[in-house]
């Protein structure tokens, strides 16, 4: 299995929460298509964020955690997200991020050469298909019960904008919840973790510089009774950037995230 879920231990919410970044993990029929340098998995990765939300089970949540790098197939981009560089015959515009990545964030080649039809084809089946199929499931099945699902897309950031980013070198809030433009949830929602972070004392950004990728876009829709939030945690937050390793202030992230699960499933949605 190319992810792993757990349901709720308590009385279930209609909080799903999914983590498709933090591994670094890269099955070996990816690995003749990969030239990146190791460290780049771990910086490209959302480190420990998995671990981060291991609590949302415990305050009725249920957990998706994808296993494998998004070097394999990023899991949070459109089927569609292709270029000349990273699919052979690929027509779409430039995307060294996009489906599956052909540069790290560090400008280093990801890919040795565009990847053959059938080798993107294995990994939409094998990874890209059953973790959203799931998705679908879990939301579907909360929907039912609750009337309204809530999908809380759970990401981490660099603290600084990055070479390539349109925030080069500017410090970043701790907390940037994304929802382009307050469309993808109801307001409530959007507004409680704005209200969890300042409880702290954290910094808040909404859409700055996240404005929430394809999961976040494609199950974000009220109307239909699915809400969807993307929450970005600052690293600096939690781990050293420099070493990749947690710091003492992973605790107090672990409590964000749980509180923030525990009062999104709190929510009475009109």
Known sequence: MSFRIAEAESAQTPVVVE???????VDP????WLVAPVRSLGR????????????????????????QSRYVCDLNRDVDDVDAESLEGGSGADSPHGLVWHRSTD???????????????????EYYYPYHRSIRRL???????????ILLCAHSMPSRGRQGSADVGRKRADI???????????????????????????????????????????????????HALQIEVSRARYMDEASLLPHSGFAQVQDFCRELVSVLGSLQLR
């Open 19 to 25: 983590v498709p970044h933090a591994s670094t993990a």
């Open 29 to 32: 029929a990816c690995m003749p």
């Open 44 to 67: 490209d990765a959302d480190l420990y964020v998995d671990k981060l939300f291991a609590d949302a089970t415990s305050v009725g949540a249920a957990l998706i955690v994808a296993e």
């Open 107 to 125: 400008g280093h080649r990801v890919l040795p050469r565009p990847l053959p039809t059938h080798e993107l084809r294995r990994r939409l089946d």
């Open 139 to 149: 939301l579907d099945a909360r929907r039912r019960e609750f009337g309204h699902a």
């Open 176 to 226: 940037v919840p994304g929802s382009r433009g307050r469309t993808t949830a109801a307001i409530s929602i959007i507004d409680a973790a704005e209200s969890v972070a300042k409880r702290l004392g954290w910094t808040v950004a909404h859409d700055d510089p996240y404005r929430g990728g394809f999961a976040t876009m494609h199950y974000g829709q009220p109307h239909l009774g699915w």
